[in-house]
């Protein structure tokens, strides 16, 4: 859900959050323009808004929240918003 490419719990221990966190490469050398997060219990996922203007999805998608599978970086496909 962290976008980090694993399952492991962050934050309960220390040295696991702020600078220790790895940077999340969202493919093609994009930038974030906006960034947003929601969900509920284990259902997590962040969604953001690319500088091409595209949106990337990443998280739980237990309830199909993102629209999407795949991976992170290259690997994760932007969200079709049908426009």
């Given at each position: 859900?962290?976008?980090?490419?694993?399952?492991?719990q962050?934050?309960?221990?220390?040295?696991?959050?702020?600078?220790?966190?790895?940077?999340?490469?969202?493919?093609?050398?994009?930038?974030?323009?906006?960034?947003?997060?929601?969900?509920?219990?284990?259902?997590?996922?962040?969604?953001?808004?690319?500088?091409?203007?595209?949106?990337?999805?990443?998280?739980?998608?237990a309830?199909?929240?993102?629209?999407?599978?795949?991976?992170?970086?290259?690997?994760?496909?932007?969200?079709?918003?049908?426009?």
């Amino acid at each position: 859900q962290l976008g980090q490419g694993d399952t492991l719990q962050r934050g309960d221990n220390a040295g696991e959050m702020g600078d220790n966190l790895l940077h999340i490469y969202l493919g093609g050398h994009r930038s974030v323009h906006k960034l947003a997060g929601g969900g509920f219990f284990l259902t997590g996922f962040s969604c953001a808004l690319l500088d091409n203007s595209t949106v990337k999805c990443w998280g739980s998608n237990a309830l199909g929240q993102i629209g999407l599978g795949g991976g992170m970086g290259d690997g994760l496909p932007a969200v079709d918003l049908g426009l």
